[in-house]
């Protein structure tokens, strides 16, 4: 049967293709390799959490919910950043239920970001930043963070602020590198964006998952930062349950009022049974979450000792799901090359750092997730070790 030629649709991100993320994933599949891309975790959730979620289908909470969120999930949360961070949001007016982090961060781009706008961010950039400043016809400016310890130069942030820097965006911790901002990042962070009109977005979807004894600083701690913020916040990476695709962003009361007049007629609310089963569970004084760091460190510290066997050199991680290694001493490929070698000739797939760049670089750097059964870390670390690099 013939069909009519489609009209043509108008191309709002042509410099946009499949991400990195979906390739690798797609290679893995093909060639049968063991999957360290994309992050998200291979081992069992908590039974306790999925029994509430059946508990509240057969308690009937099938329906709508309403648009900022189910309230005892929304009142649960500010006893969490206020036991966590020591910072107090109204569960009422700055706390809105979200289908996942990046829903989140893409409706307060949403909110921001107008024709001309600039807005800042750091690379290596989690990928949806851009594209989103984009679709709003905002301008992104990139600043690279600096190599090989992804430290933030602040000079360089002040001197790239002009009078159309509407946002900066920071993502701590930091996805792909696994580094936090210090206390120090975090002053001369605020003296840059005081007495201006420069608005904040921040992604702390890792926030519970740090290493070494360290501390997530939130921006929630520092009232003149948050003053100017939306926090962004993900129950994917604090239950293991990354397809649920709930969090939340916290933000002022002025700030949140503009984010749910875009919420309302986006995605209007979250699935009902999954908020029912997360406020019962944080009420129930179940903090697994303040166990995930114990839990993870000891999976980084396992693959970092596997991958010491061989060639490649650990670009230390201190939070995330993921650390960094380079092949800089064995190779002389780019690291998209020698990532696609990998999958067809190693059976494993990462993600070169590469792609989280706009502009080249090839820094000879792979992230490995580490969010994986003791089985698959092994597997995958003897593949590498028998590699012929």
Same mark, same amino acid.
């Given at each position: 049967m013939g069909h009519? +030629?489609? @009209?043509?649709?108008p191309e709002k991100l042509p410099k946009v293709d499949t991400? $990195?993320?979906?390739v690798m994933?797609? *290679?893995a599949a093909k060639y049968d390799a063991i999957n360290l891309g994309q992050g998200f975790p291979?081992? @069992? *959730?908590s039974a306790k959490l999925i029994n509430r979620v059946k508990k509240a289908l057969d308690a009937g909470h099938n329906q709508y919910l309403p648009m900022a969120g189910y309230f005892p999930l929304r009142n649960e949360i500010a006893n969490k950043v206020a036991d966590a961070y020591q910072a107090t949001c109204d569960p009422h007016t700055e706390i809105t239920i979200t289908p996942g982090g990046s829903y989140a961060i893409f409706t307060a781009i949403s909110v921001l970001v107008e024709p001309g706008d600039e807005v800042i961010i750091f690379d290596p950039a989690y990928d949806l930043y851009e594209p989103a400043i984009t679709l709003h016809q905002g301008k992104t400016i990139r600043i690279q963070c600096a190599f090989p310890a992804y430290q933030i130069d602040w000079s360089q942030v002040k001197q790239a602020i002009t +009078? !159309?820097?509407?946002a900066? $965006? $920071?993502? !701590? @911790?930091? !996805?792909?590198?696994g580094q936090l901002l210090s206390t120090d990042d975090l002053e001369k962070f605020e003296a840059i964006t005081n007495n201006t009109n420069i608005s904040i977005i921040s992604d702390e979807v890792y926030e519970h998952l740090v290493y070494d004894g360290k501390c997530h600083h939130s921006i929630l701690e520092r009232p003149h930062l948050y003053s100017r913020a939306f926090v962004c916040f993900s129950f994917g990476k604090t239950f293991n349950c990354t397809g649920w695709k709930v969090g939340y962003c916290i933000a002022p009361e002025s700030y949140t009022a503009a984010f749910r007049k875009i919420h309302q007629f986006n995605a209007f609310c979250v699935n009902s049974p999954m908020q029912v089963a997360l406020a019962e569970h944080l009420a129930d004084g179940n903090d697994e979450y303040q166990q995930l760091s114990d839990l993870l460190q000891e999976k980084r510290d396992y693959l970092r000792n596997q991958l010491s066997q061989t060639p490649l050199k650990c670009l230390p991680s201190h939070s995330t799901y993921f650390e960094l290694y380079s092949f800089q001493r064995v190779s002389t490929a780019t690291e998209i090359a020698l990532a696609e070698r990998l999958v067809k000739e190693c059976g494993v797939a990462v993600i070169p750092v590469s792609e989280f760049y706009k502009n080249p670089v090839d820094n000879k750097v792979l992230r490995f997730c580490f969010a994986k059964q003791t089985t698959t870390l092994s597997e995958a670390a003897n593949r590498l070790k028998q590699f012929k690099w």
């Open positions: 009519e +030629a489609s @009209p043509l649709l991400t $990195i993320f979906t994933s797609v *290679m291979d081992y @069992p *959730m +009078a !159309n820097t509407k900066i $965006i $920071i993502n !701590n @911790p930091h !996805n792909p590198t």
